[in-house]
């Protein structure tokens, strides 16, 4: 069999071209839902990343941070929206490997144009099952004098702000408005081995 002899470019392109196709495969399997299409997202994550959360399901697309070696310790369940102004529901399950503190964040997708569209997400009704753990505040009516919701922290208000209107929320009269850069917070306890499940309703803003 005659041997065939690539050129010092070919084999470079070659190489490149494999490279590229690699690191596309493995970006699209931690691929978070991006475009037009709104989202709303679930983020879990220990308290100082000490310790990894397992058997990771949700009805959602599950990733993880693609930098940051936050590998196991953080994960994030978003559920696209489609445009439809109703509630659907977003859940995650999971198993702490230690017992400690867990973050439940509620955010919304990334935005193509800060200027003209950050994705607002209303969030009501969040609820987590497991041994001796609840949400405080899960439905948002409790609020301060500036409208922000107890028991929770925010990244950046006043965007956390509650709409108390009773016209946007799930149940009740209030829900939160989040998005990207601005999520609410609340910190929960969790126990090595047993089996968390967060959920939240959420619909697109108008």
């Known amino acids: 069999m005659k041997k065939i002899n690539l050129s010092f470019f070919t ?18 399997q931690n691929l978070p839902v991006t475009g037009k299409e709104r989202s709303a997202r679930i ?9 990894d959360l397992t058997g990771v399901k949700s009805n959602g697309k599950v990733w993880q941070p693609l930098a940051g070696g936050q590998k196991n310790q953080w994960w994030i369940a978003e559920l696209a929206l489609n445009g439809e102004n109703k509630w659907q529901e977003l859940w995650i399950e999971f198993t702490p490997v230690a017992s400690g503190f867990v973050f439940v964040e509620l955010r919304g997708s990334n935005y193509p144009d800060l200027k003209t569209n950050h994705h607002e997400v209303y969030f009501d009704d969040i609820k987590i099952e497991g041994e001796r753990v609840e949400i405080k505040n899960a439905s948002f009516e409790k609020v301060d004098l500036k409208g922000n919701p107890v028991d929770w922290g925010y990244t950046s208000p006043p965007d956390g702000i509650c709409n108390t209107s009773g ?3 799930h149940t009740g009269k209030s829900c939160v408005l989040v998005w990207h850069d601005s999520a ?9 081995g047993n089996q968390y ?6 619909k697109p803003a108008k």
């Open 167 to 169: 016209i946007e929320a």
């Open 43 to 51: 983020d879990i994550y220990s308290e100082g990343r000490k310790f």
């Open 197 to 202: 499940k967060v959920s939240a309703w959420a």
């Open 11 to 28: 084999k470079i392109v070659t190489v490149s071209l494999f490279c590229c196709l690699l690191g596309s495969i493995a970006y699209a």
């Open 184 to 192: 609410v917070i609340q910190k929960v306890a969790v126990k090595a």
